[in-house]
């Protein structure tokens, strides 16, 4: 594109010439803080940002020249609040725009890939062109996306034309569902409740009385025995079954004690 012909003057043209100066601003009274707070938010403005991408970038082509910084942002700014209330016609817009540029650089790199002779050269440019129109079709599904919403894939889609609709998709188990009855005993899976009524005595084995009454006895005789004989071992005095000590009892000595 040639570069704008800046001979020409803002007045010839009858327009103002395009302020060059970031509407960055202070206000009077502020103190140091403040100021410094309200330059921060006026650098890191999104429209800003743009602004200044929008300026480098069209510094090759020229148009940076006719470029009015303030009226630039104030135009971003309305875009970025035209989104913000609902309005997408811009972005779609843009995004079919996109899709057009990607589409020509898509058959522009067709066209020199097929030109070439050597097959580094002829691959170089069709992975290009394919990338290209990778991205092409990336943009159109955005721009489907943002005017219809995304595409939901669901398994099941009940209709119905006003009235009420149930769905039923298997049987769900709830608190209230009775368990059916065993097959075999025919009787309910819960334990029987317990009515407060004792069981009867047992009857009890005769041939086994005889045999707790004398090995009984005897096994509590023999362990009481050997209990004593282990205190007399240890060097402590005879005691009773009633807690006093036996007459005549005497610690073990120490030569008891090795034999």
């Known amino acids: ?68 910084v303030p009226g630039l942002m104030a135009a971003i700014r309305g875009y970025a609040l035209a989104v913000v209330d609902g309005d997408l016609a811009r972005s779609e817009a843009m995004l079919m725009s996109q899709a057009t540029a990607l589409q020509s650089l898509f058959v522009r790199l067709v066209e020199r890939g097929l030109a070439q002779n050597a097959l580094p050269q002829y691959e170089a440019h069709m992975r290009l062109a394919l990338k290209a129109q ?29 009235g009420p609709i149930q769905v039923n998709n298997g049987v769900a188990r709830t608190r209230d569902t009775e368990i059916a009855p065993n097959q075999l005993s025919g009787a309910q899976h819960e334990l029987p409740a317990n009515r407060g009524a004792t069981a009867g005595a047992i009857a009890g084995d005769t041939s086994m009385e005889a045999l707790a009454a004398i090995d009984g006895a005897d096994k509590h005789r023999r362990k009481a025995a050997i209990r004593e004989t282990r205190i007399q071992g240890s060097g402590a005095a005879k005691v009773s079954s009633s807690g006093k000590p036996f007459e005549g009892a005497k610690p073990m000595s120490l030569e008891a004690k090795r034999r």
């Open 1 to 68: 594109m040639r570069r704008a012909d800046k001979s020409r003057s803002a007045k010839a043209d009858g327009v103002f010439a395009p302020r060059r100066d970031y509407p960055i601003y202070r206000v009077e009274g502020d103190d140091r803080d403040a100021a410094g707070k309200r330059t921060g938010m006026q650098i890191t403005a999104p429209e800003l940002a743009s602004a200044r991408v929008v300026l480098a970038t069209e510094r090759a082509s020229g148009l940076d020249d006719l470029i009015d």
């Open 134 to 162: 990778s991205q092409c079709r990336a943009t159109l599904q955005a721009l489907t996306e943002l005017k219809h919403g995304p595409a939901v894939f669901a398994r099941q889609a009940n209709v119905s034309s006003g």
